[in-house]
């Protein structure tokens, strides 16, 4: 596997699932961020970890629930979604240096959730 | 306000012809960068260039280029002799130092429809 790989790629649940992304990294990278990507609306941010410690969280509801038990594995873990929790979603990594402007993300294919 | 504007909902270029993508952003950072990626209808999003604040020159990488006028705080994309496969959505990306968040803003994109 090469890159950043997510699974599963499409997931359908119903308002009382629990369910769990994942994502996984093989890049050698520290930092791996959720991003959520609604119909008509640019990607948002989710949550940002950078050496397993989340640093960024863009005031997500506790429905969703993120894990990162080491710098190459990241889960988003779901419970009681709500329709409008339907998306994709989108998971990255980078190699994170010290405030550097130009650090690229690298984004996996998503996963595609439906809420029923 | 915005960060990043896509003023461009949807364009269509020939194959074989070069086509412009329209990005503006506001920031009041001396130091940011910016990034585009293109998103096929596959879901995954693809970097495609960067550009510092910093760097004298437009950066160019294969067909893509951009077009970086800083006054006018204008980050085009330039997409020489399209390709069918160029059809697809474009997003223009910021990170700004200041802020000391290491996600990116997004856009809310370009659709390219590229024509035989």
């Known amino acids: 596997e090469t890159g950043v790989t997510q699974t599963p790629r499409h997931l359908v649940m119903g308002m009382t699932n629990k369910k769990s992304l994942k994502c996984e990294q093989h890049?050698?990278?520290?930092?791996m961020y959720w991003y959520k990507q609604s119909a008509k609306k640019p990607l948002e941010l989710m949550f940002v970890?950078?050496?397993?410690?989340?640093?960024e969280n863009n005031s997500v509801p506790s429905r969703f629930s993120p894990e990162c038990p080491n710098s190459s594995h990241l889960f988003l873990h779901l419970h009681t979604l709500q329709p409008e929790d339907s998306a994709l979603y989108l998971c990255?990594?980078?190699?994170?240096?010290?405030?550097?402007?130009?650090?690229?993300?690298?984004f996996g294919p998503g996963t595609r959730l439906l809420v029923l | 306000a915005q960060k990043i504007t896509q003023t461009q909902p949807g364009m269509f270029v020939q194959e074989k012809e070069a086509v412009t993508l329209d990005c503006t952003y506001d920031?009041?950072?001396?130091?940011?960068?910016l990034f585009w990626y293109k998103q096929p209808s596959s879901g995954e999003m693809i970097f495609l260039i960067y550009?510092?604040?910093?760097?004298?020159q437009n950066a160019t990488e294969g067909r893509y280029s951009l077009n970086f006028q800083k006054a006018r705080k204008s980050a085009n994309l330039v997409i020489s002799a399209s390709q069918l496969g160029d059809s697809a959505m474009y997003f223009c990306?910021?990170?700004?130092?200041?802020?000391?968040?290491?996600?990116?803003?997004f856009g809310s994109g370009t659709r390219l429809q590229v024509q035989p």
């Open positions: 990306a910021m990170r700004e130092r200041d802020t000391g968040r290491r996600a990116l803003t």
């Open positions: 920031t009041s950072d001396q130091s940011y960068g």
């Open positions: 550009q510092g604040s910093y760097d004298e």
């Open positions: 890049l050698g990278h520290n930092a």
């Open positions: 970890y950078n050496f397993k410690e989340q640093t």
């Open positions: 990255a990594s980078s190699h994170a240096g010290q405030g550097e402007v130009g650090e690229t993300q690298y």
